[in-house]
């Protein structure tokens, strides 16, 4: 970074000494030991801008307390066949690692359906998995490593991407606000496989409407993206659904599928949270209800190019009614 960079960082850091101690405390565990990594993602997401980056901040850490983020990995989706119904229907895991030890992320985003459980069960998972990977797997990797490791490589499979997703559109802007707004540039990079025409047509209006910093981030891939993906991750890392040319959803085995509940991941993960639920004698079924930030300007527009987009190839396929008008906010 340059001189003006290195001092914008200073000048946040300035500015977050003099909040108050509550937030201080829930800082400790969005930077993990790494608080100047933690400003300049801030940074980057508003531009180097000083004052914007610290009310985004300010927002973010206020947001976790009213929520009680710091607390939600004590929090576990019982029973466990809710959490499976969960995990068959939001499609999301841990696949790997790169060859420098950047977590990835893999998500079934043509085939996750949301059908399953309620709209606090899927943000509160998502919360969830976001706050284990900053906390556990992230400082394991940084540790492993010797080396800060902040971020993470996102893999998104498209396959079964179809004109009915508009009706999920709600939910899935709400994960989305959720993200840019607290977790922001958490992704170093996107690679989009599998992508299907409907996918293709929704890009061309999108990213001219992206900033030039996530344009730079997002590869659409060709068919499953295994080459691609061998130049920066070894086959063991790389999600099911880029080994052959095929779906998320598949006939591989629990240990295999990195989307299934019985992966690894998926076991640490939901054996962490319960063991933290039981050190607080706080086992007990219910959905936590996470107030959902408003989106940024820019993505309120981004959201509307792709009902549009879904709207007009509704049209051109003879069946207009795609979806009724959606709206953004849960």
């Excluded at 902040?150 to 709600?170: F, H, N, P, R």
């Excluded at 606000?177 to 992508?195: G, H, M, T, W």
């Excluded at 300007?297 to 008008?325: C, R, Y």
Aim: net charge neutral; charged share 25%; hydrophobic share 35%.
């Amino acid at each position: 970074m340059g001189a003006a960079c290195d001092d914008a960082v200073e000048q946040l850091a300035r500015l977050l000494d003099q909040v108050e101690e509550p937030l201080k405390k829930t800082f400790q565990n969005v930077h993990q030991g790494y608080p100047r990594e933690t400003l300049v993602r801030f940074l980057k997401a508003r531009e180097w801008h000083v004052t914007n980056a610290h009310k985004m901040l300010v927002d973010c850490l206020n947001w976790r307390i009213q929520n009680e983020i710091d607390s939600i990995l004590e929090k576990p989706i019982i029973p466990v066949d809710l959490y499976r119904s969960v995990r068959e229907s939001q499609l999301i895991g841990l696949s790997g690692y790169s060859k420098e030890g950047v977590p990835v992320f893999a998500f079934g985003v043509g085939q996750s359906t949301y059908d399953k459980a309620s709209v606090h069960y899927y943000v509160q998972s998502h919360i969830q998995i976001n706050e284990y990977r900053d906390r556990i797997i992230l400082p394991m990797a940084s540790k492993k490593f010797t080396r800060p490791i902040t971020t993470c490589i996102k893999v998104l499979d498209m396959t079964g991407l179809k004109l009915s997703a508009l009706s999920l559109l709600k939910i899935l802007t709400a994960i989305s606000a959720v993200d840019d707004l607290n977790y922001p540039e958490k992704a170093e990079s996107y690679y989009i496989v599998n992508a299907p025409y409907i996918f293709s047509a929704c890009w061309k209006v999108v990213k001219p409407l992206l900033q030039e910093r996530t344009r730079k981030k997002v590869h659409v891939l060709h068919g499953s993206g295994k080459d691609e993906l061998l130049k920066i991750m070894e086959h063991s890392s790389i999600p099911h659904f880029c080994r052959r040319e095929g779906s998320s959803k598949s006939s591989l085995s629990g240990v295999n599928d990195c989307f299934s509940l019985d992966h690894p991941f998926h076991q640490e993960l939901y054996r962490y949270i319960e063991q933290q639920a039981l050190n607080q004698e706080l086992v007990k079924q219910c959905s936590l209800h996470v107030d959902i930030p408003d989106q940024d300007p820019e993505d309120v527009k981004i959201v509307e190019a792709i009902e549009a987009e879904f709207h007009k190839l509704g049209e051109q396929n003879g069946s207009g009614n795609v979806g009724n008008k959606i709206t953004v906010s849960v």
